[in-house]
Every structure is written in structure tokens, then in C-alpha cells.
């Protein structure tokens, strides 16, 4: 019934920007916490930026501050990722997820078990 699908991807040079959207059914992305998510080859899956219901905060992880703004559009029921300023280390497959409980705040420091809803993901290849 919950269905994410992540799109966007692609190949880009460094210094250039993406922009992931994450198109979601079977539930409304303002009652929930939502976050993406990243994991590179050979490497563990890591938190990348997180937004509330009602969008109301934002977080995101070290590496992401300046460069990646998460946002809603509530009209089409979507999450944003823009990507900017792109560095072969952002090389990954980037996942949107969501908690499963609505009204539910989003974790301080997210871990992939805090979420319950994940898409099939979409690829970021920065080369040099």
C-alpha cells in the first residue's frame, strides 16, 4: 500500500548538482518524519538529511551541511533532495524512508531501523 519511488539520478562532473525526487502513495508525506538515506559501494548505509511533518525541522549529516537542502512539496506528495556542489565521495545509491507512525518525531540522530518505508533507490555517480 506504501510505495516509495525515487528518481533523479544520474551521472554528473564534480561541481555539478542533482536533484532526487522521492514520489510517494498510500500515505501523506506531511503526517510523517521523512529521510534519505546513502550507501556507497563497499560501504554501510548512512543517514544523509531528515525533515519533520509539517516540515517544521531539518537536520542533516555533516558531510550534507551547505550542499544538500531536503524539501516537501506537499501538492504532489513528494520529498526533495537538491544536491549541490557534488564531490566523487557523494558517489552512492540514495534511498527515501519514512517512519511508519503518524505524528512520530523524527530521531535526533537517524538510524536505518527508525524507519519502516524505504524506496528501491536511485544512483549518483560524481566523477572527476
Known amino acids: 500500500q506504501v510505495q516509495l519511488v525515487e528518481s533523479g539520478g544520474g551521472s554528473v562532473q564534480a561541481g555539478g548538482s542533482l536533484r532526487l525526487s522521492c514520489a510517494v502513495s498510500g500515505m501523506i508525506i506531511g503526517t510523517r518524519c521523512m529521510a534519505w538515506f546513502r550507501q556507497g559501494i563497499g560501504k554501510e548505509r548512512e543517514w544523509v538529511a531528515r525533515?519533520?511533518?509539517?516540515?517544521?525541522?531539518?537536520a542533516y549529516a555533516d558531510f550534507a551541511k551547505g550542499r544538500f537542502t531536503i524539501s516537501y512539496d506537499f501538492a504532489k506528495n513528494t520529498v526533495y533532495l537538491q544536491m549541490n556542489s557534488l564531490k566523487p565521495e557523494d558517489s552512492a545509491m540514495y534511498y527515501c524512508?519514512?517512519?511508519?507512525?503518524?505524528?512520530?518525531?523524527?530521531?535526533?540522530?537517524?538510524?536505518?531501523?527508525?524507519?519502516?518505508?524505504w524506496g528501491q533507490g536511485t544512483q549518483v555517480t560524481v566523477s572527476s
Open positions: 524512508a519514512a517512519r511508519s507512525r503518524n505524528g512520530a518525531a523524527c530521531p535526533v540522530f537517524p538510524l536505518e531501523p527508525d524507519f519502516s518505508y
Open positions: 525533515i519533520s511533518h509539517s516540515s517544521d525541522t531539518l
